[in-house]
C-alpha cells in the first residue's frame, strides 16, 4: 500500500525558513515525479512544484521561484521542499503527492505550514 | 498561466441524482484534465485523469468526457459518500492549476 506521509511543519515568522520532508513507501519512488501541492485555509488547491524521476528536472509556480527548492534523495525515499523568504500567504497545508499521467494519483494528509506576520 | 473556471461553485442535490460539474479552460489543453475529490480534513483523491481515464478503484458512476477547452466530470446515480468538493486541474503545460472547486451538497 502507498503511503506519504509529510512533516517539517509548524509556525514561522515572516521571512523565516522551513524544511518540508516527504516519506514515501510502498511504491517505486525513483520512478515517479513528484510533486507539492498546497491549500490555504478554507481556499482551494495550488500547484508548488514538480521534480522529475532524477530530480534533473524542476518546475515552480511562480510566487515561489527564487524563494522554494524541491528536491528529492531517490536512496532514502524522500521528498524535500525547502522554503525561504516565507511570507503570510504561504500559509497553507502542504501536501505531497505521487505523479501519474501529470496528475496526482496519491497524497499524503499533509503538513501545516503557518507564517506569521 | 492556464485558467480553470468551475461551474457551479456550488450545487445540492440529492441521493440518486445525476450531477455534472463543468470546467473551462482559458485555452486548449488537449487530453490533460483530472478531477479530484475532498472531503473536509483529508487529501485530494484523484477520480479521472487524462479527461476520460477512471482511476483504479473510482466506482463507475464516475465518468469525465470533454475536448479542446470544455470538460464535465458526471456522477451518474449521487451516493452519500459522494458529497464533498470536487477540483479539476489541467496539466497540459506548467504550473499546472486546479479550477476553483465545486461543492455537492446534500439537499
Known amino acids: 500500500e502507498v503511503h506519504l506521509v509529510e512533516s517539517g511543519g509548524g509556525l514561522v515568522q515572516s521571512g523565516g525558513s522551513l524544511r518540508l520532508s516527504c516519506a514515501a513507501s510502498?511504491?517505486?519512488?525513483?520512478?515517479?515525479?513528484m510533486a507539492w501541492v498546497r491549500q490555504a485555509p478554507g481556499k482551494g488547491l495550488e500547484w508548488v512544484a514538480n521534480?522529475?524521476?532524477?530530480?534533473?528536472?524542476?518546475e515552480y509556480v511562480d510566487p515561489v521561484k527564487g524563494r522554494f527548492t524541491i528536491s528529492r534523495d531517490n536512496a532514502k525515499n524522500s521528498l524535500y521542499l525547502q522554503m525561504n523568504s516565507l511570507r503570510a500567504d504561504d500559509t497553507a497545508v502542504y501536501h505531497c503527492?505521487?505523479?501519474?499521467?501529470?496528475?496526482?494519483?496519491?497524497w499524503g494528509q499533509g503538513t501545516l505550514v503557518t507564517v506569521s506576520s | 498561466d492556464i485558467q480553470m473556471t468551475q461551474s457551479p461553485s456550488s450545487v445540492s442535490a440529492s441521493v440518486g441524482d445525476r450531477v455534472t460539474i463543468t470546467c473551462r479552460a482559458s485555452?486548449?489543453?488537449?487530453?490533460?484534465l483530472a478531477w479530484y475529490q475532498q472531503k473536509p480534513g483529508t487529501a485530494p483523491k484523484l477520480l479521472i485523469y487524462?479527461?476520460?481515464t477512471l482511476q483504479s478503484g473510482v466506482p463507475s458512476r464516475f465518468s469525465g468526457s470533454g475536448s479542446g477547452t470544455d470538460f464535465t466530470l458526471t456522477i451518474s446515480s449521487l451516493q452519500p459518500e459522494d458529497f464533498a468538493t470536487y477540483y479539476c486541474?489541467?496539466?497540459?503545460?506548467?504550473?499546472?492549476?486546479f479550477g476553483q472547486g465545486t461543492k455537492l451538497e446534500i439537499k
Open positions: 503527492a505521487s505523479l501519474w499521467a501529470r496528475s496526482g494519483d496519491h
Open positions: 510502498g511504491f517505486n519512488f525513483g520512478a515517479y515525479w
Open positions: 521534480i522529475k524521476e532524477d530530480g534533473s528536472e524542476r
Open positions: 485555452q486548449v489543453i488537449s487530453k490533460w
Open positions: 487524462e479527461m476520460s
Open positions: 486541474q489541467q496539466a497540459d503545460s506548467f504550473p499546472y492549476t
